[in-house]
Nanobody
Framework: QVQLVESGGGLVQAGGSLRLSCAASGIIFSENVMGWYRQAPGKRREFVASITRGGTPLSADSVKRRFTISRDNSKSTAYLQMNSLKPEDTAVYYC??????????WGQGTQVTVSS
């Protein structure tokens, strides 16, 4: 059974930092592209960042130079380091794993709230 468990969300003031973790089980972690998405109230889920099997990161323009995605294959865990947080970063953040066949597994999400 595939499980992706996000953690590290919470309430932070604008300008602060948070580090999200996504612990995976039930998959061969190293064979998956890992990604972070977010969904704010009343908005569609949007791409935040992803990291390839080989460790190449990609991020949305809105978070470039502020957010950094990484992965530790030995721990089957992906991370999202979020710095210089803004109120508009407030959302539920979801972890996604995509395997070779293009099949996606999602976590349950973790709430990030940035106060002004």
């Amino acid at each position: 059974q595939v499980q992706l468990v996000e953690s590290g969300g919470g309430l932070v003031q604008a300008g602060g930092s948070l580090r999200l973790s996504c612990a995976a089980s039930g998959i061969i972690f190293s064979e998956n592209v890992m990604g972070w998405y977010r969904q704010a109230p009343g908005k569609r889920r949007e791409f935040v960042a992803s990291i390839t099997r080989g460790g190449t990161p990609l991020s949305a323009d809105s978070v470039k130079r502020r957010f950094t995605i990484s992965r530790d294959n030995s721990k089957s865990t992906a991370y999202l380091q979020m710095n210089s947080l803004k109120p508009e970063d407030t959302a539920v953040y979801y972890c996604k794993a995509q395997n070779f066949r293009g099949y996606d597994d999602w976590g349950q999400g973790t709430q990030v709230t940035v106060s002004s």
